[in-house]
Each structure stands twice: as C-alpha cells, then as structure tokens.
C-alpha cells in the first residue's frame, strides 16, 4: 500500500508515564488525530471518556456525552462524514446496541473506531471483571456481509500502538475498526513509553473538480482520496444498497457490484492487515494459539514450560489469519487455545488444524484472568 504519513521535527523522544490501558487509549487516539469523541459511560471503559472530555476541547475538538450508545455511534458517524477522525468507547451492553450504527457506517464507508473493553455478560453480567467474551460479536454482531477489523493488545503499551493502527486502518479503508480490549487491560497500569511525536494518516482530500467527483467510483474505495460533507462535492449516503453516486438501486449486478466493493475492503488488504506474534519452534509437539491477556498469560507458561511450546497470539483477530494458523499447526500434536469465554476462539482454530491434531480448550469464564498455571495444566 502506498504510505501517506506525516511526522513533524528530529527522533521521536519517549515520554515515560505509569498509565491505564484506557487512559493509553485515550492518549493514542488523541495523538493519531481524533477530534470528535461521542460516547456514554460504562464499566469499564469509562476513563476512555473522561480522558477524552478533559483534553480534546484543549485540541480544538469535541467531546459530546450521548444519552445513549445508539446515539454515540450514530454521533460518530455523522462526525466523520464531515471529515473530523471520530471514536467511541463502550463495553458489552453498549456494543451490542451500537451494531445497527456499526453495519450502517459499513455501508456508507465512514471510518470510525470503536472501543470495546470487554466485561462478564450476557446482560448487565459482571461490570467489573474481565471477559472475551465479545470476540464473536465483534466479528458477526450487526446482520449481513460486512467489512469489519478488530484488533486485541495485550497489555497498556499495546493499546497505544494499537489505536494508533485502528485509527490508521478505519481511515485508510474507510471502515469501522474495533479495539477490542477486556477489564484486565482497561484498568492494570504499566509503564509506557509515549513518543512526543507519531506518524499519522491523514485521509487525503479529492484532487479533482466537484462535478467528476463520484463518492463511491471504482477507483475511489480504500487508500484514495474521498471527500467529506461540507467540502463542496456532490455526496450521497444512504444505509440501502446503491449506485457508485450514493443514490439506492435495485439492480442485481449493481448490487453484486456494491457487496464485493465491501468484502474487497478486507480481502484485497489481508497481508496489511494481518498482525501476529509468533514464536515458534518447528520441533514444538504442542502451539499455543491465543489474544489479548489470556495470552499473555499463555506466553509466561510457555516461558517456564519443561518442553518446547510453539505460541502465535493474534493482534489483528478478524479478519482471523487461517493461513497462518493452517501452517503453524501442521503436524503438531495438540493445540492449546486459552480464551476468558467459552471457547469463541477455538472454533475458528479447529477450522484450521489436521483431523489428528488435538484440540485443548482453556476457558474461564468467571471474571478471572486466566492464569499461567491453568495453562501449564494444559500443557503437560
């Protein structure tokens, strides 16, 4: 992919600060350029706002409370539509509320990004502990075929390279992007060290006249100039299937058309998109396969382990890396899939191993951390 990226002055100097997950989101998301925040509290996201509301205003942006999640992600939408990088935070009741906006900025191709530190459901469920419990619902949660990434750090300083990335790839694709964070990271505090300068993405503006431009060309889906409502060219946005000028049709190859123009936003860009931390070991009998804190509980029991173990954690979980997955566990004995659910992760895992590979589920669903001794149990 061609690079659009700005940086201002000499070496980047580190900031070295003792941060929570959610306030190293906050930090990043002001960084990569984020000038609209609309949201509504919620355990345990809520710092993300509270960062938000006190220091966008000093930025020249807006903090706006919603009196509700349905507002905030429709809030967002409209936001960027005019052209302000926008974002919200939420937890599990309030994601599940905001998958009609999520599906409808699909369609439209508004870049947004969507925060979701994971909690203990169904229901009202469990508002201060951990769960991953949403990863299912971040992949499939709003209804039809639609373009979506998800991307799961596993610690405070992941979460601020990692917004950075979730802001650059929803702008760069002109897609909603999740963040897909749990209780565990939103509130533990590390030591980060914060760069005073990023690189940035900057969606760039059109760079032809108003009466040639056509919102939804061919030429004109992900990592091209698009303009925004408010800047003097014709844009048509509507949530129904349409036309490349935005207007709705009925045509079945112009819907064909509109439904692979929104798969191809994925499925052209996966070796961008993909991102993994493999350690591997080919003599390994045993890979563990995990996200978020649940591997990094993983990886310490990999660490201590009496035997070589193999381990791949996901950054980027949807769209899921089968191919690398497929090649990882080839020939192995057993594959080990620890997850704070009921085994959401492991589905997609068996998809991908040999008839005679062992599946082993580690799951807890608790509020817990899954710890490295559980792993280690697994393990042997």
């Not at 699909?106 to 991953?132: D, Y």
């Not at 499925?267 to 804190?293: C, K, Q, R």
């Not at 949807?318 to 090649?327: E, L």
């Amino acid at each position: 992919m061609a690079k659009n990226k700005s940086s201002e002055g000499k070496a980047a100097i580190p900031r070295r600060k003792l941060v929570s997950g959610n306030e190293a989101c906050a930090e990043a998301a002001l960084s990569a350029g984020i000038r609209f925040f609309g949201g509504y509290p919620i355990t345990p996201s809520t710092e993300v706002a509270e960062q938000m509301a006190a220091r966008l205003p000093r930025l020249g942006g807006t903090f706006i409370q919603m009196e509700d999640e349905i507002a905030s992600v429709m809030a967002i939408i409209g936001a960027s539509a005019a052209g302000v990088p926008s974002m919200t935070a939420t937890s599990g009741p309030g994601f599940s509320l905001m998958q009609e906006g999520i599906g409808y900025a699909a369609m439209i191709e508004v870049p947004i990004v969507i925060v979701n530190v994971m909690r203990g459901g169904p229901a009202t469920g469990l508002p201060t502990k951990g769960s991953q419990a949403d990863l299912q619902q971040a992949r499939w949660g709003t209804h039809g075929d639609h373009p979506v990434v998800v991307l799961a750090p596993k610690g405070v300083g992941e979460t601020f390279t990692l917004t950075l990335r979730a802001v650059e790839i929803s702008q760069r694709l002109r897609i909603p992007v999740v963040l897909l964070m749990d209780e565990f990271i939103g509130h533990m505090r590390e030591i980060v060290s914060f760069p005073e300068k990023v690189e940035t993405y900057h969606r760039q503006k059109p760079r032809i006249a108003p009466e040639a431009y056509v919102h939804y060309a061919e030429d004109n889906n992900y990592n091209a100039p698009y303009a925004s409502y408010g800047e003097g060219y014709g844009i048509h946005m509507t949530g129904l299937t349409h036309r490349a000028d935005g207007f709705p049709v009925n045509d079945h190859k112009t819907i064909a058309w509109n439904n692979k123009r929104l798969s191809a936003k994925v499925a052209d860009n996966l070796s961008y998109l993909e991102d993994n931390h493999i350690d591997d070991d080919p003599e390994a009998d045993t890979l563990i396969v995990g996200f978020g804190s649940s591997a990094r509980s993983a990886y310490e029991a990999k660490l201590i382990a009496d035997k070589s173990v193999a381990y791949a954690r996901l950054l980027t979980v949807w769209p899921f890396p089968d191919a690398t997955v497929r090649k990882l566990a080839k020939g192995r004995k057993r594959v080990v899939v620890p997850e704070m659910n009921e085994g959401q992760l492991s589905r997609e895992v068996e998809r991908c191993i040999d008839s005679g590979t062992e599946l082993c589920q580690v799951n807890l669903t608790d509020g817990s951390l899954i710890t490295p001794h559980a792993i280690l149990e697994a393990l042997q």
